[in-house]
């Protein structure tokens, strides 16, 4: 299906406008507005397969390509995403880049399950893993190339991370590893494509869990990638007919729906989260607070130079009080909340909260009294008494 917009005429907007524009059908007469939902897993053709051709369902559908070549607009690259089952799938995806036996250096603090995937490949003798503080960039080129072993193949980024948000430099880490013959995939689920692009800071590949801020309703679960790079782009696309990861027609549709109100969704929820982090960041139970958004944080400069914004998660330590240490404190902060709800993943409408070691996979190096808040769209007045009488009851 031809989309409404060129290259040309996509660079030409801004991002605000960009997530309402792209990905329609064509400026036609009786076109629909909205790209439809195809439901179907094969489609007619004789003869051999030209490249380019749907032919079966697990190669392409209709209803995936106008959100990937919107998602592909918005991160300044100049060929069209590609959409997943799942975020996981997508990262499975990106890691299958990495020959067989190579290293991969990847951030000790990561999404869960990116780090056990790459843990368990590495267990297995497939690669070699080497994790590093990511916002460390001395340690990490050091991990790049180390005075006494291989060169990495794989330089994997999150910024900010999850959930420590630690601010990686992407540009000088892009270029380090680039140096040393790496590709470089950057995990921009936090930030979205309006708030930072990885590809303009050197990224060969860029990840998204679209689950979460690009759909932003919790109602469907995808990934994506997006590349610039023609031949990375087809050794992605190929991973994924062969391992099947491939989206549903509707979800795909749900995904672009969302996709239409991220500007809107990103500029309250970021606005309320620096709100909600400067009132936290006084009161006498939070132990310590992570968030860019704040002067005190160590990664606000970095943040400040390669973001529009500071993104709409924040976490706290939450500490102890009279007969309960800081765990056992925090989860009786997430049990008293009426409003915030109390569920894992982020990104959407509604303001989500969690204890994150309550999942084992977590790192143990994630404090088991960090609590993890999504900010959503509420009324950021509402979100914070939620949090006070919630604060109270834990004091009472």
């Given at each position: 299906?031809?989309?409404?917009?060129?290259?040309?005429?996509?660079?030409?907007?801004?991002?605000e406008?960009?997530?309402?524009?792209?990905?329609?059908?064509?400026?036609?007469?009786?076109?629909?507005?909205?790209?439809?939902?195809?439901?179907?897993?094969?489609?007619?053709?004789?003869?051999p397969?030209?490249?380019?051709?749907?032919?079966?369902?697990?190669?392409?559908?209709?209803?995936?390509?106008?959100?990937?070549?919107?998602?592909?607009?918005?991160?300044?690259?100049?060929?069209?995403?590609?959409l997943?089952?799942?975020?996981?799938?997508?990262?499975?995806?990106?890691?299958?880049?990495?020959?067989?036996?190579?290293?991969?250096?990847?951030?000790?603090?990561?999404?869960?399950?990116?780090?056990v995937?790459?843990?368990?490949?590495?267990?297995?003798?497939?690669?070699e893993?080497?994790?590093?503080?990511?916002t460390?960039?001395?340690?990490?080129?050091?991990?790049?190339?180390?005075?006494?072993g291989?060169?990495?193949?794989?330089?994997?980024?999150?910024?900010?991370?999850?959930?420590?948000?630690?601010?990686?430099?992407?540009?000088?880490l892009?270029?380090?590893?680039?140096?040393?013959?790496?590709?470089?995939?950057t995990?921009?689920?936090?930030?979205?494509?309006?708030?930072?692009?990885?590809?303009?800071?050197?990224?060969?590949v860029?990840?998204?869990?679209?689950?979460?801020?690009?759909?932003?309703?919790?109602?469907?679960v995808?990934?994506?990638?997006?590349?610039s790079?023609?031949?990375?782009?087809?050794?992605?696309?190929?991973?994924r007919?062969?391992?099947?990861?491939v989206?549903?027609?509707?979800?795909?549709?749900?995904?672009?729906?969302?996709?239409?109100?991220?500007?809107?969704?990103?500029?309250?929820?970021?606005?309320?989260?620096?709100?909600l982090?400067?009132?936290?960041?006084?009161?006498?139970?939070?132990?310590?607070?992570?968030?860019?958004?704040?002067?005190?944080?160590?990664?606000?400069?970095?943040?400040?130079t390669?973001m529009?914004?500071?993104?709409?998660?924040l976490?706290?330590?939450?500490?102890?009080?009279?007969g309960?240490?800081?765990?056992?404190?925090?989860?009786?902060?997430?049990?008293?909340?009426?409003?915030?709800?109390?569920a894992?993943?982020?990104?959407?409408?509604?303001?989500?909260?969690?204890?994150?070691?309550?999942?084992?996979?977590?790192?143990?190096?994630?404090?088991?009294?960090?609590?993890?808040?999504?900010?959503?769209?509420?009324?950021?007045?509402d979100?914070?008494?939620?949090?006070?009488?919630?604060f109270?009851?834990l004091?009472?």
């Amino acid at each position: 299906m031809a989309m409404s917009l060129s290259e040309e005429q996509a660079q030409a907007l801004s991002a605000e406008t960009l997530v309402v524009a792209a990905g329609r059908p064509p400026r036609e007469r009786d076109q629909p507005v909205n790209p439809p939902i195809v439901l179907s897993s094969t489609y007619f053709g004789t003869g051999p397969l030209a490249d380019g051709e749907r032919g079966y369902g697990r190669y392409a559908n209709p209803s995936w390509e106008p959100f990937e070549e919107a998602l592909g607009q918005l991160e300044g690259a100049t060929l069209p995403g590609l959409l997943y089952a799942s975020g996981l799938a997508a990262a499975s995806s990106a890691l299958s880049l990495i020959p067989a036996g190579a290293v991969l250096v990847m951030p000790s603090h990561s999404y869960a399950g990116s780090l056990v995937m790459a843990t368990e490949m590495a267990e297995k003798g497939f690669i070699e893993l080497r994790t590093v503080d990511i916002t460390d960039s001395d340690a990490v080129r050091e991990q790049l190339a180390p005075a006494a072993g291989r060169p990495a193949s794989m330089l994997w980024l999150e910024s900010p991370t999850n959930p420590m948000l630690g601010i990686a430099d992407i540009s000088a880490l892009t270029e380090a590893a680039h140096d040393v013959g790496a590709i470089v995939v950057t995990d921009n689920t936090f930030s979205t494509p309006l708030v930072q692009q990885p590809l303009q800071l050197g990224s060969d590949v860029v990840l998204h869990s679209v689950t979460k801020y690009l759909a932003g309703h919790s109602d469907v679960v995808l990934g994506a990638l997006v590349t610039s790079n023609p031949d990375i782009r087809k050794a992605l696309l190929h991973h994924r007919i062969i391992h099947g990861a491939v989206a549903g027609p509707f979800e795909a549709w749900l995904a672009l729906r969302g996709l239409r109100t991220l500007a809107l969704r990103i500029e309250r929820s970021q606005a309320s989260a620096v709100v909600l982090a400067e009132r936290l960041s006084s009161h006498p139970l939070v132990e310590a607070i992570r968030f860019p958004g704040l002067p005190s944080d160590p990664g606000h400069q970095r943040a400040s130079t390669q973001m529009k914004g500071f993104g709409s998660i924040l976490c706290i330590q939450v500490a102890p009080v009279a007969g309960l240490d800081g765990a056992a404190a925090a989860d009786r902060l997430v049990q008293g909340l009426k409003l915030w709800l109390p569920a894992t993943s982020l990104g959407g409408v509604e303001s989500l909260i969690e204890r994150r070691r309550r999942h084992l996979a977590e790192p143990l190096s994630v404090p088991e009294n960090l609590v993890r808040l999504s900010v959503g769209i509420e009324n950021v007045e509402d979100l914070w008494a939620d949090l006070e009488q919630a604060f109270a009851l834990l004091e009472g």
